[in-house]
């Protein structure tokens, strides 16, 4: 059986109050693959990661995404970084953390 997992998005930072300077983009979860073997009744646990949470600061990172316990696994992305003077930095993607036959990172979000 192929297993694909796909990591919660983070959150957005939080925007200039008063200018029009933006908060950085929250990162892509990332998206692992991977071909197991299964056994008739055997039972796995399946958890989908929410995207990151909106806070008055930078983005939280979005909810981890698994199947079964570290069978598979993809993280969910960075949260991008407030407005600090100009623009809040983006969220980066990273394979850091994830479990797979192959993991990819998610996109890195705008600044």
């Known amino acids: 059986m192929t297993v694909q997992c796909w990591g919660g998005g983070g959150a ?3 925007g200039g109050l008063i200018n029009k300077y933006g908060g950085g983009g ?7 693959i991977k071909t197991i073997t299964v056994s008739p009744g055997q039972v796995y646990q399946i958890v989908i990661g ?3 949470a909106v806070t008055t600061s930078n983005g939280s990172p979005g909810g981890d995404t698994y199947f079964g316990s570290n069978v598979v696994l993809a993280k969910g992305g960075a949260g991008g970084f407030a407005f600090v003077g100009s623009m ?8 850091s953390g ?9 996109g890195n979000g705008a600044s």
Do not use: L, N, P, S
């Open 12 to 14: 957005g930072g939080r």
């Open 26 to 32: 929250g990162a892509g979860g990332q998206y692992a």
């Open 50 to 52: 929410r995207g990151g």
């Open 88 to 95: 809040g930095m983006g969220g980066t993607g990273t394979t």
């Open 98 to 106: 994830g479990i797979g036959d192959q993991v990819y990172a998610g």
